[in-house]
């Protein structure tokens, strides 16, 4: 199992690092799919090396995950 970050009911006494994502009228952002709220979470970051040009527009991706046995 790989984790990233912790939410405030760990067990490790970790600080949270997940914080509720809302819209531009403050309202909570909710995944379509299982009808819960969507988080950030802080534990998580993108870095752009200091020689890529960097423009100031919003950033965006979609990582896919593949669990898979090899030999």
Known sequence: ???FGASEENTAGLASTLTPL???SGNAVMDA???K???KNSAITFFVPGS???K???YQ???TWII???P
């Open 33 to 35: 799919t299982f009808n």
């Open 56 to 58: 100031p527009v919003h």
């Open 68 to 70: 898979a046995e090899l």
């Open 52 to 54: 890529v040009e960097k």
């Open 1 to 3: 199992m790989i984790e």
């Open 61 to 63: 991706t979609v990582l």
């Open 22 to 24: 809302v819209d531009e």
């Open 37 to 39: 709220q969507v988080y």
